[in-house]
């Protein structure tokens, strides 16, 4: 090959010179391409992870956002309703622990069992998030106020949250806390007024004055409908289960002279104290005692004289012994004219006095002569009729009557022994 170089023509092979600056370039322009193909791989890994980020933003900005949103609601939200919002926003089961680490919701619906020592650890650190690794990654923070805890959150995934999700995760509870505090005032506002009602209720004894009108309104208990005032035999907490109760039952409860009571809509005293004793027996898994008045009408000022008709049928049926009955001032209407709550020991006495032979030949010979004697007197003294209502032989109840005549004295059924005993029977049926 022949090169020309500075104006003379060579003859033969090129430059060793010219040959390596070729070698050079080609390199030069290989490098090139292969760091521009590396920087176009850098910034998609890049771009891929910002938008993975941003999107994980999205989502627990939305959170947040849905929860804020729940926490200034007029209405308290369900705890179901803020599980499902964190699960949405996080990407796995979610769970809303009570500070007693109690499960009050969770989302999707399914059971979710908490460690203790998990929660604990939670607790011991508010606003920190608690991981726990195994088979799946299950985060708690507790949800706390400046006053106290006011419970836990709980999430569980199969992979790991990243640090914007553990952010939001944080961020999330530091908005129910303030959902707390609004709760807890909301709540201790609406503590007082229904206490203001109530008391202003049950303590007029003639029309209500507009102030109380207003109040009745504001917690929207209708004035023009008759009413029935259920008094509880219970302590100070079982006044705050009454309350509840009295409020889906769509009136107002709590206590009034240390007596836990409920004013309640309905013209039935009986249907009114079943669906008052209902409630509560949901809540507590029992029945107290509960004595319903006749129906009364508020704005006339007629629920006082409700109410102590009422806690002075529940202190007859306390007085005689009644440990999970419901009843109506119609029921004990006879009594009361009688009856001195302040001597309720009388009580006691009239129905050891009257059935106390009866009931010790009972305990000893397991022969049934109360109820024997009930269902005489029931039957106007007809023995036949008495035998085939309690499935006897009519011989068999010809020798308890001849026991009961031993056992009490000739004219046991008439007479003044007659009405006492009859009356002794009817306050023992109050508290089968």
Known sequence: MNALRNGQVIVGNVDPVDEALARVRRAAADLDRGLAGLAATGLA?????????????????????SLLALSTAPEPPLPAAVAEALATGLGGVAALLDPGGRLLATYPAGPVAAEPGLVQRAAADPGRVVLEAGASFRYAVSVATVARSEGTVLLVRRTPLTGDEVAGLRRAAHVLAALRIRQNALLQAYEEMRTDLLTELLSARRPLSRPVRVLAEARRFALDRPCVVVAVDGDAALGRVVA????????????????????????????????????????????????????????????????????????????????HRSATTRDLAL??????????????????????????????????????????????????????????????????????????????????????????????????
């Open 244 to 323: 509840d109760a009295a409020a889906l039952l769509g009136g107002v409860g709590g206590r009034h002279d240390e007596v836990p009571v409920a004013v309640l809509p309905g013209a039935d005293p009986q249907a009114v104290v079943e669906a008052l004793s209902a409630r509560m027996r949901r809540v507590t898994g029992a029945t107290p005692r509960l004595c319903g008045s006749d129906p009364a009408h508020p704005a006339e000022g007629a629920l006082a004289e409700a109410f102590e008709a009422s806690r002075h049928g529940l202190a007859l049926l306390r007085a005689a012994g009644s440990a």
């Open 45 to 65: 890994e890049r771009a891929d992870e910002l938008a993975g980020r941003l999107a994980v933003l999205d989502r627990t900005g939305s959170m947040v956002d």
């Open 335 to 432: 009594y009361r004219p009688l009856f001195d709550p302040e001597r309720s020991g009388d009580v006691r006495d009239l129905l050891d006095t009257a059935l106390r032979p009866l009931l010790d030949y009972e305990r000893e010979h397991r022969v049934d002569l109360v109820g024997t004697v009930h269902v005489f007197l029931a039957t106007g003294g007809n023995a036949s009729q008495s035998a085939r209502r309690l499935f006897i032989h009519p011989n068999t109840m010809t020798k308890r009557l001849e026991r009961v005549t031993q056992l009490l004295g000739d004219g046991w059924p008439d007479g003044v022994n007659g009405l006492r005993l009859r009356l002794a029977l009817h306050l023992r049926s109050l508290s089968a």
